[in-house]
């Protein structure tokens, strides 16, 4: 078996498109035996929200046609977000950091993220822990 | 290999999309015995590529791939 690869990712964006992408590698990080940490800042961190995955909508112009998006996603077997981050969770290798300083700057409290989440923590504290990682994605 | 291995556990991954079949996969496999064998039915054309190399990050062993009735069955004993 190959050596425990570790990934750290950083989630800035809250909209759907962005959404995606990190918790379709996170979970097939988790599920292929690797440690994966995730910091979501900035915007990305609503998605950390209670029912945030649920909110959200596609960017800018194309936020009209989010719902069309959504049914199409379902129809190519594709899993909603809300699932997505359910079999994430479920692999027991995943863990999510919400940034400090966003909670400050858009009045977020713990008490409104998701109890999932690891732990609280600044730019310096994420890349501790990404210096030590294998492979380091910004989504 | 031209015979089939005999399977202990049918997954039926078909319909779904990437990353969902190694997803499914992995927490079917958790829950198996050292040796037992686990047949994969995915109809993800990612997973041509992605099960080989789940398996081998894994240390799990792919026994062979078979193509019926439109879609992969992928047979992976569980090593790890």
Request: with cysteine.
């Amino acid at each position: 078996m190959a050596e425990t690869k570790k990934m750290a990712i950083v989630v800035h964006s809250g909209t759907l498109d962005k959404a995606y992408p990190p918790l379709m590698l996170a979970s097939a990080g988790g599920a292929s035996d690797m440690e994966v940490d995730i910091f979501f800042t900035f915007w990305g961190l609503n998605l950390l929200k209670k029912n945030g995955l649920k909110k959200t909508k596609l960017p800018g112009i194309m936020r009209p046609f989010t719902g069309m998006m959504k049914r199409k996603i379902k129809k190519v077997g594709i899993a909603s977000l809300p699932e997505l981050l359910k079999l994430t969770l479920e692999t027991e290798n995943v863990r999510f950091y919400a940034c400090t300083a966003t909670m400050d700057l858009m009045n977020i409290k713990k008490e409104d993220l998701i109890p999932e989440v690891t732990g609280y923590m600044g730019a310096a504290g994420f890349l501790d822990i990404a210096a030590d990682c294998d492979i380091q994605l910004f989504i | 290999m031209t015979e089939k291995p005999k399977t202990d556990v049918t997954l039926d991954a078909r319909g779904l999309q990437c990353p969902l079949p190694i997803l499914k996969a992995k927490k079917q496999i958790k829950t198996m015995e050292m040796g037992q064998v686990l047949e994969v039915l995915s109809s993800d054309p990612g997973s041509k590529e992605d099960f080989p190399r789940w398996c081998n990050r894994t240390g799990n062993e792919l026994l062979g791939v078979f193509e019926e009735d439109g879609c992969n069955h992928y047979f992976i004993k569980k090593q790890a």
